[in-house]
């Protein structure tokens, strides 16, 4: 476990005595970025979104010997002294025992890349669109298969290369959309869609109401929802726009978000009629709200938790009956925590677990039941890297 100012931090941390464990080496005495990990955007495109930061390296992640696999697969060591399983209370479910690991994988995106957006299909891939890789957004499409590894999908591009955008996937009969982002020449409204099966990506005709990067997205399985934005000079955005993938309808809902934000976390499913819009960046700075959006009430409410500490920049994906957050970007600095919201329980909690170094900027799919998080700005850079986690009881 991790100690602050000699106190050895409990397993089970809630809320603000997680805070060590959040903040990670900054609040321990560590160092931060070139830009101190303040928030400030050391790119300069779009507020809240920088793909570079300073060389401090992050905290150093124990790797047992015994546990680097035949295919150079790292496990995290997890012995019961350093980590137990992570706070999820899934209902209905039998009991989970063992406990919850992260794995740095041997497997890497084919570049170091931040500000992606990431869908997983419905025969096991994800798809990971656009970013920064340090120079022109990215336009190639990756694919990632857990047994296979990930590489650039021949013949698909993006029609507008993008990074900072939201993707959605709606099944085999349209594929994934791309919506907005920042392009090499600024902002867009364009709606991008994947074909992943011919495979080939298309500008279509629609557009966003505005141009805009870093909205938060998802897919009910009925219409893709578009909250929020970064708009540039415009401001930060609190429309949520609907997209029927069926008629290519683009609407402007009447209910907004309670004050105008955009996210690098995002928005995410439940399954069971809710959203959840989780932080991101409103006027003030960032927000550590978590917002409860039912689509079908048009209503939009405080969910009654917060993240520790305001934040942006984490990989999330909802899996059980909990919303998992890696890493990201708090008031403070980068971090390498993994968070469990719990809707059923209005519980936030800081896991025992870390990712293997701060980072922020990345994005997370669940696939076969567990959650894949690809790339990100760490402490010293642009990151490949491809970490799995896996629930308790797997």
Request: proline share 6%; hydrophobic share 45%; aromatic share 6%.
């Given at each position: 476990?991790?100690?602050?100012?000699g106190?050895?931090?409990?397993?089970?941390?809630v809320?603000v005595?997680?805070?060590?464990?959040?903040v990670?080496?900054?609040?321990?005495?560590?160092?931060?970025?070139?830009?101190?990990?303040?928030?400030?955007?050391a790119?300069g495109?779009?507020?809240?979104?920088?793909?570079?930061?300073?060389?401090?390296?992050?905290?150093?992640?124990?790797?047992?010997?015994?546990?680097v696999?035949?295919g150079?697969?790292?496990?995290?060591?997890v012995?019961p002294?350093?980590?137990r399983?992570?706070?999820?209370e899934?209902?209905?479910?039998?009991e989970?025992?063992?406990?919850?690991?992260?794995?740095?994988?041997?497997?890497?995106?084919?570049e170091?890349?931040?500000?992606i957006?990431?869908?997983?299909?419905?025969?096991?891939?994800?798809?990971?669109?656009?970013?920064?890789?340090?120079?022109?957004p990215?336009?190639?499409?990756?694919?990632?298969?857990?047994?296979?590894?990930?590489?650039i999908?021949a013949?698909?591009?993006l029609?507008?290369?993008?990074?900072?955008?939201?993707?959605?996937?709606t099944?085999?009969?349209?594929?994934?959309?791309?919506?907005?982002?920042m392009?090499?020449?600024?902002?867009?409204?364009?709606?991008?869609?994947?074909d992943?099966?011919?495979?080939?990506?298309?500008?279509?005709?629609?557009k966003?109401?505005?141009?805009?990067?870093?909205?938060?997205?998802?897919?009910?399985?009925l219409?893709?929802?578009?909250l929020?934005g970064?708009?540039?000079?415009?401001?930060?955005?609190?429309?949520?726009?609907?997209?029927d993938?069926?008629?290519?309808?683009?609407?402007?809902?009447?209910?907004?978000l309670?004050?105008?934000r955009?996210?690098r976390?995002?928005?995410?499913?439940s399954?069971?009629?809710?959203?959840?819009?989780?932080?991101?960046?409103?006027?003030?700075g960032?927000?550590?709200?978590i917002?409860?959006y039912?689509?079908?009430?048009?209503t939009?409410?405080?969910?009654g938790?917060?993240?520790?500490?305001?934040?942006?920049?984490?990989?999330?994906?909802?899996?059980?009956?909990?919303v998992?957050?890696?890493?990201?970007?708090?008031?403070?600095?980068?971090?390498?925590?993994?968070l469990?919201?719990s809707?059923?329980t209005?519980e936030?909690?800081?896991?025992?677990?870390?990712?293997p170094?701060?980072?922020?900027?990345?994005?997370?799919?669940?696939l076969?039941?567990?959650?894949?998080?690809?790339?990100?700005?760490g402490l010293?850079?642009?990151?490949?890297?491809?970490?799995?986690?896996?629930?308790?009881?797997?």
């Amino acid at each position: 476990m991790r100690t602050c100012q000699g106190q050895t931090l409990s397993a089970r941390v809630v809320g603000v005595l997680g805070l060590c464990l959040l903040v990670g080496a900054a609040a321990c005495g560590g160092g931060g970025g070139a830009d101190g990990d303040t928030g400030k955007d050391a790119g300069g495109d779009v507020a809240g979104f920088d793909a570079t930061v300073g060389d401090v390296e992050g905290p150093d992640v124990q790797v047992s010997p015994d546990a680097v696999g035949p295919g150079g697969d790292a496990e995290v060591e997890v012995t019961p002294e350093v980590v137990r399983e992570v706070l999820v209370e899934v209902a209905d479910e039998p009991e989970l025992v063992g406990p919850a690991s992260l794995t740095l994988l041997g497997f890497k995106l084919p570049e170091p890349v931040a500000g992606i957006a990431a869908v997983a299909d419905d025969d096991g891939a994800a798809y990971i669109f656009g970013g920064d890789a340090g120079g022109a957004p990215v336009a190639e499409v990756v694919r990632f298969v857990p047994d296979e590894g990930a590489e650039i999908v021949a013949g698909a591009v993006l029609p507008q290369p993008v990074k900072a955008a939201s993707a959605i996937w709606t099944g085999d009969a349209y594929g994934a959309f791309v919506f907005g982002g920042m392009t090499a020449a600024g902002m867009t409204d364009a709606i991008q869609n994947c074909d992943l099966t011919s495979p080939f990506c298309t500008l279509l005709d629609v557009k966003l109401p505005s141009k805009r990067a870093l909205t938060a997205a998802f897919f009910d399985g009925l219409y893709a929802y578009v909250l929020g934005g970064n708009m540039g000079q415009a401001g930060l955005s609190d429309q949520i726009v609907r997209f029927d993938p069926d008629t290519a309808e683009v609407k402007v809902l009447p209910e907004k978000l309670p004050t105008p934000r955009a996210s690098r976390i995002g928005a995410v499913w439940s399954g069971d009629g809710m959203a959840f819009f989780l932080g991101g960046l409103i006027a003030g700075g960032k927000t550590g709200e978590i917002l409860e959006y039912d689509p079908t009430a048009g209503t939009v409410v405080d969910s009654g938790m917060d993240l520790p500490l305001p934040m942006d920049g984490g990989a999330y994906a909802w899996l059980g009956a909990a919303v998992m957050v890696f890493g990201g970007e708090t008031t403070l600095s980068t971090t390498d925590s993994v968070l469990v919201v719990s809707p059923n329980t209005v519980e936030v909690t800081v896991s025992d677990l870390k990712l293997p170094s701060a980072r922020r900027g990345g994005a997370a799919v669940v696939l076969n039941s567990n959650i894949y998080i690809f790339g990100g700005t760490g402490l010293n850079g642009l990151l490949d890297e491809i970490v799995r986690y896996r629930p308790p009881g797997d």
